[in-house]
C-alpha cells in the first residue's frame, strides 16, 4: 500500500513512515554532508550560491490569463 504523507508539515518532528520512508537515502546523505563539512566550508557554499543567483539576470513570469489571446 502506498501512503503519501507531505514530509514538510508531517515530519516537522520526526519521520512519521520511519522504516517505510521513501528519503531515507537522503536523510543520511545529508547527515553525512553536515557531519563532514565545517560550517565555514557551508557558509562559503550558501555565499557563492548567493552571489551566483544575484548574477543571473532576472526571469519574468507572465500569468496564463494574460497570455490567452483567443
Known amino acids: 500500500m502506498e501512503t503519501s504523507v507531505d514530509c514538510a508539515t508531517a515530519c516537522v518532528n520526526g519521520c512519521v ?16 554532508f553536515i557531519d563532514s563539512t565545517s560550517l565555514d566550508k557551508m557558509h562559503d557554499i550558501a555565499e557563492a550560491a548567493r552571489k551566483r543567483k ?9 500569468p496564463d490569463f494574460l497570455d490567452s489571446n483567443s
Open 17 to 32: 513512515l520511519g522504516e517505510d520512508c521513501p528519503n531515507r537515502d537522503y536523510a543520511a546523505s545529508a547527515s553525512q
Open 54 to 62: 544575484l548574477s543571473e539576470p532576472p526571469t519574468w513570469v507572465i
